[in-house]
């Protein structure tokens, strides 16, 4: 983090205003990062990566035409490069006066929010201090049950950047932000039969990661569906854990991009103020989130960011919106643009996304179900047709009779529309879980087509 983006934006503006174009307006998107990774594979090590990714995201805005250039390092240089490569594509683009670039504001920053992005101890010790920390989760898991044979992987990473947004209508913003991670996968045998588990944990301070939940989990996983048996084809209940409900939160979310909404290719389109779930479905976007993995002071444009309610008691309440697609709806942004890197541009989608939980145990969730499906592995839900909402998904888990998990279930398929879905949700616990920036509790649907 050594040289100064916000002087080097403050310059790069500055001689941009000096070019002769008459009406032009840009915008600079700096972006500074890291991140290193030690792996061990069948418990021996497989060595350390570093990689570091700098670079500059320049658009270039006049009279409805915007031109986009993008390149690695940091330097003036740099900048006046894509200077003339963005001012080049503008005589060929079609104006369109949706594109404008966001007005800056004195926002005032939430110093103790942004405090929790930041760990100062991240890339300060060597990678020897992580190794014992790998094969104490191996050594959990192989004395968890004796049918687990191997870790087939074991990994920690760190990773940290800062980003710098300026334009010439007086926007700048500065923040910075840092995670660590673990992941494992365990190997597990019974007979001829193989079955592997994962587990997967981040967080923005490394001493908030707990190494040994994560190779519980993996560990359970893949003892959980030894023995595995078809279930008899019928309707039943379907209930989601949250490790695997990040696969639906990500269909809603994307179907809640302003984006896919104005080209009709979310079955979302049109469905504001409208009913589309169940009252004990509502999905919460929060980047405000004390460490949350996608929290954020403002978005990938600029705009400071804020908490959003987005489907609330199954009622459509807000889409998200980046500069473009607000101003082509004649509103103003709620903050939702995000990139990939200072190679993208921006687009609308999500932060911290997740379902709001209910006040109902786990364990009452499962006692009060006579026959069902718990869902511990799905398979395909991205594939799901976004306008009709139709889908059909492979998964394992566990049979529930009764009130209780009897046996596993694999080779399973579940078949029906998300619409119908969330408004045949009857029961959401209390155990909210985040895995990176989704987030779920157990839930239950009503019935389902379980084949």
Excluded at 350 to 361: D, Q, R, W
Aim: proline share 4%; glycine share 12%; net charge negative.
């Amino acid at each position: 983090m050594s040289e100064d983006l916000r002087e080097l934006a403050r310059r790069g503006l500055e001689w941009i205003k000096n070019r002769p174009a008459k009406g032009l307006e840009a915008e600079l998107y700096l972006s500074r990062a890291e991140e290193r990774g030690l792996e061990r594979r069948e418990g021996r090590p497989d060595g350390a990566s570093e990689a570091v990714a700098e670079g500059v995201g320049l658009r270039l805005a006049a009279g409805g035409r915007m031109g986009f250039a993008c390149g690695a390092g940091l330097s003036l240089e740099t900048i006046s490069g894509l200077f003339a490569k963005a001012s080049a594509q503008l005589d060929h683009l079609e104006p369109d006066l949706a594109k404008v670039f966001v007005a800056g504001s004195s926002t005032p920053v939430d110093e103790a929010f942004a405090a929790t992005l930041w760990d100062d101890s991240l890339f300060t010790e060597d990678w020897n201090a992580f190794l014992p920390k790998l094969t104490d989760m191996e050594q959990i898991v192989l004395a968890a049950d004796p049918r687990l044979s191997s870790v087939i992987r074991a990994g920690y990473g760190e990773s940290r950047g800062e980003v710098v947004i300026a334009n010439t209508l007086g926007l700048s913003t500065w923040e910075r932000g840092g995670s660590a991670s673990v992941g494992l996968s365990a190997l597990c045998s019974e007979g001829d039969e193989r079955q592997t588990g994962s587990s997967f944990r981040s967080a923005r301070r490394k001493d908030a990661l707990d190494f040994t939940t994560a190779a519980r989990e993996a560990a359970a996983r893949a003892t959980s569906l030894l023995g595995a048996r078809k279930l008899p084809t019928g309707t039943r209940a379907v209930i989601f854990d949250p490790w695997v409900a990040g696969e639906l939160l990500e269909l809603v979310a994307g179907l809640l991009c302003a984006d896919q909404v104005q080209r009709g290719k979310s079955l979302l389109a049109g469905k504001l103020g409208k009913r589309v779930g169940s009252e004990l479905v509502t999905f919460v976007d929060d980047p405000r989130r004390p460490a949350g993995m996608a929290s954020s002071l403002f978005d990938d444009e600029g705009c400071p960011t804020r908490k959003k309610v987005m489907i609330e008691n199954g009622v459509v309440r807000e889409y998200f919106y980046d500069a473009y697609t607000a101003n082509r709806e004649g509103r103003a942004s709620n903050a939702c643009a995000g990139r990939g890197s200072y190679r993208g541009l921006p687009s609308p989608g999500s932060s911290n996304f997740y379902l709001a939980p209910g006040k109902t145990k786990r364990e009452e969730l499962m006692a009060q179900t006579k026959d069902g499906l718990l869902v511990l592995d799905i398979m395909g839900m991205h594939m799901a047709d976004p306008i009709s909402g139709e889908f059909s998904v492979g998964v394992s888990g566990l049979a529930v009779s009764g009130g209780a998990a009897t046996h596993p279930v694999k080779s399973a398929m579940i078949s029906g529309n998300l619409v119908e879905l969330l408004d045949r949700v009857d029961l959401v616990a209390d155990d909210l879980t985040f895995y990176g920036s989704l987030g779920a509790p157990t839930f239950r649907v009503s019935s389902m087509t379980v084949a």
